[in-house]
């Protein structure tokens, strides 16, 4: 069981690495102990914004489990981008606890549950339309 922790964390640097919209990453954490795996990336996309991804995860007779998870994407002045997490903490949304924070901490939104590289998958998609300028204008 523990190959496959340790094949998705590698699946990830391999992401990490040709994803267009990662300019350089970091991992902070990797580790897999007890049949669960957990990293912590920290990452500068192309246009000079960082992202923070946390994920905790295992596999059981369903197949890949996760537990909490935040994806944390800001500018390089501190502004938020969106965040999505599954912290127990909106109990009123429909998703719950799966939701969104969209460009400031208080629009919290909806949203199905999501890993990290659905996570990178839509960030390079909005770098590469071009619907985020860069920190810098």
Not at 17 to 38: H, K, M, S, W, Y
Not at 110 to 116: E, K, L, S, T
């Amino acid at each position: 069981m523990s190959d496959r922790l340790i094949e998705r964390i590698e699946l990830l640097r391999g992401e990490l690495i040709r994803n267009p919209a990662i300019a350089a990453f970091q991992f902070l954490q990797d580790t897999v102990a007890e049949g669960i795996g957990f990293f912590r990336v920290l990452a500068t996309l192309v246009n000079g914004d960082f992202l923070q991804l946390v994920e905790r995860f295992e596999y059981d007779s369903d197949g890949l489990c996760f537990g909490k998870y935040s994806f944390h994407w800001q500018r390089a002045d501190g502004t938020l981008v969106c965040r999505w997490d599954n912290a127990p903490h909106h109990p009123e949304l429909s998703t719950f606890p799966h939701h969104l924070h969209d460009l400031d901490e208080a629009n919290i939104l909806p949203h199905a549950p999501i890993d990290v590289f659905d996570v990178l998958s839509i960030i390079e998609q909005r770098l590469d339309n071009d619907q985020w300028k860069p920190s810098a204008e």
